[in-house]
Every structure is written in structure tokens, then in C-alpha cells.
């Protein structure tokens, strides 16, 4: 199989990445049969002399056929996807970490609850474009924009999600190996676009219990 796509370091990533490939290998054999009989066609058919050209109304037959498999693999397809689209997008798991993403031309202010212990409260600790989290724990995003539209892009977890002005919109990832991972805006959102790119770190327990002593936990007390 080939390995183009980044490395997949969430729980659910395989899920995503084997039905990107079964879509991808299907459209690869469904363009190369068109094309090699396009090309068998036009030679096939090429003006001759003392050829005169016909006339048709088409195969009732082979137009059921070709209509019938692609709405058939589409179905096949959508009942496929449909489980991990539920796990993925409309479930989010039980945690007891969360984190406020606020998206902005052009930087991702990553807040932590701050000494009350909640969220989304004046004294949040906010970080710009770095993300801290623990490896094998369940990270809750809770994920909103003050002025376009953004998209929280992190390609490793193969997680990508538009952020909408005026919303608060809930997402979800579990990374399964610590290390630094690029986490960039997926949305054109203005002339800064392209340099809206922040840095997703996954610790191990112990690393994230250090950094977390050291930036959240003094400005807690
Ligand atoms: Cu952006």
C-alpha cells in the first residue's frame, strides 16, 4: 500500500485513512478504464474511407449497468463510512481533558482552565499556536472564531474541522505516539493564511505532568 499520506498517530486514523484508499483505488481503476477505452474507441472508430457513419440511440442495457454499479458502490460506501463518521464526529468520548481553541487572523490561541478550573472563564491560561497534550488520553476541543472562518487542521490525527465565527463547535482526538506535530490553518482565511500554523506536542504522562507544572500549574496558585 502506498505511504503518502503523514504519519497516523490517532485512534481512530486508520478508519479514515482505509476508506481514503478504498475511494482512492476505486476512482484509480474507474479513470484508467475510461481512459484506456477511450483511447481503444478512438482508434477503433477513426474515419476510414468506405465507412460510412451510423446512427444510434444508445443500449438501454448498458446504461442500466453503468448506473446501477457506481449508485450501488455509493451506497456500499455511505453505509461504510456512516460508523466512523458517528464515532468520530457526533460522539466525543468521556474526558477530563479539555481545551478552548479561539481561531483569529492569523493564530490559534490555545486556552487551559486556569486557577477556577474552568473553561472559557477570564483567568484561562492561553498559549499562541503551541498545544500540549498527554499521549492515550482522549482530548476534548472545544473550538471557536472571532472573526472568518478557520479550519483546525492536524494532519497526524487526521483531524480537520471548520471553525465558524459565532459558534462553538465540539471535536475530539487521541494521540498514540508522543511527538510534534504540525498543526496548520485549512481554510484560506486572509492575507496571514499561510502563515497560520501552530505546533501540536504529545508528551508522555511524565512530560506532560513537567510542562504542565511549569505553565499551568504556577499561575494556578
Ligand atoms: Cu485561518
Redesign the pocket.
Known amino acids: 500500500m502506498m505511504q503518502w499520506l503523514p504519519e497516523d498517530v490517532s485512534t481512530y486514523g486508520h478508519e479514515i485513512d482505509s476508506l481514503f484508499y478504498l475511494i482512492y483505488y476505486i476512482t484509480a481503476a474507474t479513470f484508467i478504464l475510461v481512459t484506456v477505452l477511450m483511447v481503444v474507441f478512438l482508434v477503433m472508430y477513426r474515419d476510414r474511407g468506405g465507412r460510412r457513419a451510423t446512427y444510434s440511440h444508445g443500449n438501454t442495457t448498458l446504461e442500466i449497468i453503468w448506473t446501477i454499479i457506481p449508485a450501488a458502490i455509493l451506497i456500499v460506501l455511505a453505509f461504510m463510512s456512516a460508523s466512523s463518521w458517528a464515532k468520530i464526529k457526533r460522539h466525543v468520548p468521556e474526558t477530563d481533558f479539555e481545551v478552548r481553541v479561539v481561531?483569529k487572523q492569523?493564530n490559534w490561541e490555545i486556552n487551559y482552565p486556569g486557577p477556577d478550573g474552568k473553561l472559557g472563564t477570564e483567568d484561562d491560561i492561553k498559549f499562541d499556536n503551541d498545544m500540549h497534550v498527554p499521549v492515550n488520553k482522549p482530548v476534548r476541543l472545544v473550538m471557536t472564531a472571532t472573526d472568518v472562518i478557520?479550519s483546525f487542521f492536524i494532519p497526524n490525527m487526521r483531524f480537520k474541522q471548520d471553525i465558524v465565527p459565532g459558534r462553538e463547535i465540539v471535536g475530539w482526538f487521541e494521540g498514540i505516539k508522543p511527538g510534534k506535530y504540525e498543526l496548520p490553518?485549512a481554510?484560506l482565511?486572509g492575507f496571514g493564511?499561510s502563515g497560520?500554523k501552530g505546533w501540536l506536542f504529545v508528551h508522555t504522562p511524565e512530560e506532560y505532568k513537567k510542562w504542565a507544572d511549569e505553565h499551568l500549574a504556577p499561575k494556578a496558585q
Open positions: 481561531a492569523f478557520h490553518c481554510e482565511c493564511h497560520m
